[in-house]
């Protein structure tokens, strides 16, 4: 296992034997997630795990994610330097960050960024509007965006819009 992990950029890997036959089971990591660290912006899997640095020609050339599944996400508030194979953060937080960018989608929301804060309630979604969204990524992502749109249809916010506090939402 260490082997294949060393030589290969994996996600998972699995071993059964039964009887004489060892089976090997591998998921390749799927290196797409731009995760921005102080000044270095990495490649992690959907689970937060960092797996290589970008390049200066990377950047230089311009990364070229999908924005309709992934968007950069600065953590640089809760970790100071990155490290091949080291988790960013609980692999739950970047599901949520996906579900969040699809519902932002969906309501015709472009965000450009998000940010992970030291505050673990809290991940901060940078609109191209110019406002941010603050959210907590436990909660469902397709209600907390209904009700944003909701809101948004009445209010234009100049600095950010908290909908952390379920049907309170907070404009400024």
Avoid at 22 to 44: D, G, K, N, T
Avoid at 86 to 108: C, H, N, P, T
Avoid at 130 to 142: C, I, K, L, N
């Amino acid at each position: 296992e260490r082997v294949l992990n060393e030589t290969h950029q994996l996600e998972q890997v699995s071993f059964t034997i039964e009887e004489h036959l060892l089976s090997i089971s591998v998921v390749e990591a799927v290196v797409m997630i731009p995760i921005r660290i102080q000044s270095q912006v990495w490649f992690a899997t959907p689970t937060g795990v960092l797996h290589v640095e970008a390049t200066p020609e990377d950047i230089a050339a311009g990364i070229v994610i999908p924005q309709q599944t992934y968007t950069e996400i600065d953590a640089s508030a809760v970790v100071e330097e990155g490290i091949i194979g080291m988790q960013v953060v609980d692999a739950e937080v970047f599901r949520s960050i996906a579900e969040y960018k699809k519902a932002f989608l969906a309501q015709g929301i472009p965000v450009t960024s998000f940010a992970l804060t030291d505050d673990a309630g809290k991940v901060i979604a940078h609109t191209q509007n110019g406002f941010a969204v603050y959210f907590t990524p436990w909660e469902d992502a397709d209600t907390q965006v209904r009700r944003l749109a909701n809101v948004l249809s009445q209010a234009t916010p100049q600095s950010y819009v908290d909908i952390r506090f379920g049907e309170r939402i907070y404009v400024k």
